[in-house]
């Protein structure tokens, strides 16, 4: 990434306010997902992809966006095979490297985010 469009990024950010709100929001929501994986899954698909979020044109927005829904959704599908695995004595092996790896993918996007850096 070049620092002409990491700038770009950075100057359409600051004229983009709201978006930027709703980006912080979503590393909180992503954050207490932790503990409340639907709701957390629910506001990543509803709050990212209403027709609003299609407009967003700054690269630092887009790229945060789309490591949110990736995160979340890999989250929700290693969870949901960590849930099968129980029944053979299985599932805490499987659910907690998932459970750092998702830990791991929200603080490294919020410091990023709060650095104004692309992923």
Do not use: N
Not at 37 to 65: E, M
Not at 100 to 107: D, E, K, P, S
């Amino acid at each position: 990434m070049t620092d002409a469009v990491a700038a770009q990024g950075t100057l359409a950010l600051e004229s983009d306010e709201p978006a930027a709100r709703r980006s912080g929001r979503a590393y909180v929501a992503l954050a207490l997902g932790a503990v409340l994986f639907v709701f957390t899954i629910w506001y990543q698909v509803y709050g990212d992809t209403r027709k609003d979020a299609q407009a967003w044109t700054d690269p630092v927005l887009q790229s945060h966006r789309q490591w949110r829904l990736r995160t979340a959704f890999l989250f929700l599908v290693w969870s949901i095979l960590a849930g099968f695995c129980v029944p053979f004595g299985l599932g805490a092996l499987v659910f907690a490297p998932v459970w750092l790896w998702f830990v791991y993918r929200v603080f490294r996007g919020g410091v990023l985010f709060a650095r104004r850096r692309v992923i």
